[in-house]
């Protein structure tokens, strides 16, 4: 396996993702932040919790980097379009399983059965996390599929 491509390019492919999606978000595309709600896991304060958020998602982003340098060197071949088809299964894990699950978990995140006396200040992403705006599932699809082709085209199969 390619360990060291993957403490490299894991990292710089992650933080790209991270940045795209915080751009996405700035820009009004999607209202998913997701530094602040891996971040608000450990505080309340908006603020820091984006920072705590960021750096969780790189360690995250990082173990994801691990599987995709495994199924490389499973598959003795590494190629954009593998990574990018990796990419599409990330990230149909990500918006069916993971984030739909956060609410089950999440110390400050809103469940869709939580009632008008609900105290959580996250709104729950739902299914595809339509719930953080129509263009999220689209969104966040590129940025992973991007993030996929990436690994691909730097990690080596060996």
Request: with cysteine; aromatic share 10%; charged share 10%.
């Amino acid at each position: 396996m390619d360990w060291a491509g993957w403490a490299l390019f894991g990292l710089v492919a992650t933080a790209a993702l991270t940045a795209a999606m915080i751009t996405a978000q700035l820009a009004g595309l999607t209202r998913l932040d997701f530094p602040l709600v891996l971040g608000a896991f450990v505080t309340e304060d908006p603020d820091r919790a984006r920072v705590f958020g960021f750096f969780l998602h790189l360690c995250i982003g990082q173990g994801f980097a691990l599987g995709y340098a495994a199924a490389f060197a499973l598959l003795h071949r590494a190629t954009w379009w593998i990574g990018a088809l990796l990419g599409i299964v990330h990230v149909g894990i990500a918006l069916t399983v993971i984030l739909p699950l956060l609410p089950g978990v999440h110390p400050r995140m809103a469940s869709q059965r939580a009632g008008p006396a609900s105290t959580a200040v996250l709104e729950p992403p739902g299914l595809f996390a339509v719930n953080y705006g129509i263009q999220t599932p689209l969104v966040t699809a590129v940025v992973h599929v991007v993030y996929g082709a990436f690994l691909g085209l730097l990690l080596q199969a060996r």
